[in-house]
């Protein structure tokens, strides 16, 4: 089955600096790729995704690139403010004939931001 | 915009209780997902259910049970709870008929087995 892996475990930056999280994947077959941001006491919440016919992707302040021959991903944010504090998950999956798979997490990794 | 309801929100049982959460995902979502977590974990897949009709299973013990309802609400059944059960339970939902691959996450269930 998928196995997601993700580094750094946890990472503290400075306020106005840039974090990457980097994830590796080990299904070939995965071709969705989320990532979700946890605050303490919430639910995971989408604030990205690819697709695996995309190479990168950017939505203001936050953007993922996707290497599918090293089956690496990476989550980049930039002008990080102490509300990005949180866990960070990448996670995997695939369809065959649905898009009903169920979602592989990566085990998180705990960003503070430091005012 | 509506999102994705749980309840409970805490529930506290004893070992050898039953118990029962509930899920209402995101009005017209055809598709509900249960995960669990534990304290300083990634969430670990349960069960899925599209259409009412189960669609994968994952590290689900044989004493836990799920379905999903006509109204597309789903219920988690859990019993002779133990200790290590004791953890954050969430359901996700999403729109599969349509193609659509996001999973949008409920706050989560935490239960407390004592």
């Known amino acids: 089955g998928e196995n997601v892996e993700q580094h750094p475990s946890t990472l503290s930056v400075q306020e106005g600096d840039s974090a990457v999280i980097k994830c590796t994947y080990s299904d070939s077959a995965s071709n969705y790729f989320p990532w979700y941001k946890q605050e303490l006491g919430k639910g995971p919440q989408l604030i990205i995704d690819i697709r695996s016919n995309v190479g990168e992707k950017k939505d203001q302040r936050i953007a993922v690139t996707l290497n599918k021959t090293a089956k690496h991903f990476s989550l980049h944010i930039t002008e990080t403010q102490p509300e990005d504090s949180a866990v960070y998950f990448c996670?995997?999956?695939?369809?065959?004939?649905?898009?009903?798979?169920?979602?592989?997490f990566g085990p998180g990794t705990s960003l503070s931001v430091i005012p | 915009a509506a999102g994705v309801i749980q309840s409970p929100r805490h529930l506290i049982k004893e070992k050898r209780e039953t118990a029962t959460l509930k899920c209402y995902p995101i009005?017209?979502?055809?598709?509900v997902y249960w995960y669990q977590q534990g304290p300083g974990q990634d969430p670990q897949f349960l069960i899925s259910?599209?259409?009412?009709?189960?669609?994968d299973k994952g590290s689900i013990p044989d004493r836990f049970s799920a379905q999903q309802f006509s109204d597309y609400h789903s219920e988690l059944n859990m019993s002779s709870l133990e200790l290590g059960d004791s953890a954050l339970y969430f359901c996700a939902s999403s729109l599969a008929r349509r193609g659509l691959r996001e999973q949008y996450f409920g706050p989560g269930t935490r239960l407390t087995v004592t």
């Open positions: 996670a995997a999956t695939k369809s065959m004939r649905t898009s009903y798979d169920k979602v592989i």
């Open positions: 259910f599209y259409e009412k009709m189960q669609s």
């Open positions: 009005p017209r979502h055809d598709t």
